[in-house]
């Protein structure tokens, strides 16, 4: 399979899935949109906006799962790692996040903050650290949520508990296309979220509200394949859920991973950083885990003064797909990954990161 | 964070295995992928492995890809 994965990448390939895409010229605009930081990343890295036809257009949507993580659940967090008995844990991208105040700035100022690489390494550290109380910072989509069920699933210690703001794609999707001047054509859905959650999600949307979908891998092929697959879809008028990741996403997706979010959350409305409250979109913990609960643990609630963007920021508008990054008056100049004004930048998976790394130079 | 890497399941204990690309091993969970086998290639994200991938359907887009080179139907 490794050995496969340089077919996938394929110079000869690639230019031949451009053309075929350029040959299928409907004769006016298509304007796509990919929910996904990887897909960004793969785009930019691969330079394959370059050899798409200029008719077709790709906008980046909120797939970025530290983007949009509400700067209020942000500042919970920082106010959780402030408390003495805690010890935050979370992912290296989201404690550099700016918000009222950083977990990067509140461990300069004394709070333990760990970065860790996923759920059960948070986990460990509570199994190590007994005395201390372990927050795991829980931020992703599906594909990061069901690790954080499975870790809660397996009995950790009695001083792990989770901050959750775990957020769901497909209420994400329905939302952005009620949003005026936003809805694509399109939607190039994020393969690996789909892995875990199978198809039906996308399916029951596609029946309400009728728009082209295709799933996509992340190497160039399969990118270029579903792009393809968009445009056909665009063009002969029949929107249909195209799977052009079959070798790791089944129509069923993940049932081990699906059942494993259903029994540790519930989805609940919430808050996306930028664009504002979407309907059933995250995910809380049920009952039978609520004792898991650290902001209930620790008597915190979040703080519905904290502002939700930095002035002059326009990451809501890159998250929605309405500014490309370059068009932000700070890009490159007041806001860079090394001093990042707003999440989009600072976060690997953010639209203006991956931008700023891949700039022509 | 959201990245999910491609790993070659080589050994497993329990409900943890160890994983390597190029390489570069881990430790994963295969709470989420209980009918893994070693040899499989799984995709690993965030300490976890989240699916197995299927080697034949990888051939077989592959072979989709020759036929649209050829320019036949898609
Ligand atoms: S370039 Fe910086 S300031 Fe502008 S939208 Fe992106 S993150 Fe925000």
Partial sequence: MRDDLAVFRDVGRVHALAEAIARLDPGRPVR???????????????????????????????????????????????????????VLATFGDVVRVPARTSLAAVRARGADVRIVYGASDAVA?????????????????????????????????????????????????????????????????????????????YRDLASRRPIAMAVGGFEPVDLLLALKDLVEQVADGRPRVGNDYPRAVRDGGNPAAIAAIAQVFEARDAAWRGIGTIPASGLGLRAAFAGRDAAARFGLVPDPEVPDTTPGCRCGDVLLGRLEPEACPLFGSGCTPDVPVGPCMVAFEGTCAARYRHRRL | MCLAVPMRLTTIDGVEGRAEVQGVGRTVRLDLVPGATIGDWLIVHAGFAIQVLDAAEAAEVMAMVAVALEGGPP
């Fill in chain 1, 125 to 201: 550290l509570a199994r190590a650290l007994p005395a201390r109380e372990v927050v795991f910072f829980a931020v992703g989509f599906e594909t990061t949520a069901c690790t954080t069920a499975a870790a809660l699933q397996a009995d950790p210690p009695a001083n792990f508990s989770v901050l959750c703001s775990h957020r769901l794609v497909p209420p994400a999707l329905d939302a952005l296309l009620g949003l005026p001047g936003v809805a694509p054509e399109g939607f190039l859905l994020p393969g690996h979220v789909i892995t875990v959650t199978g198809l039906s999600a």
């Fill in chain 1, 32 to 86: 796509l949109m990919h929910v996904c930081g990887t897909h960004e990343n793969a785009l930019c890295q691969f330079g394959l906006r370059d050899l798409l036809p200029a008719w077709l257009g790709l906008v980046a949507g909120p797939g970025c799962p530290v983007c949009v993580c509400p700067a209020s659940d942000l500042d919970l967090a920082a106010r959780l790692a402030m408390d003495p008995r805690v």
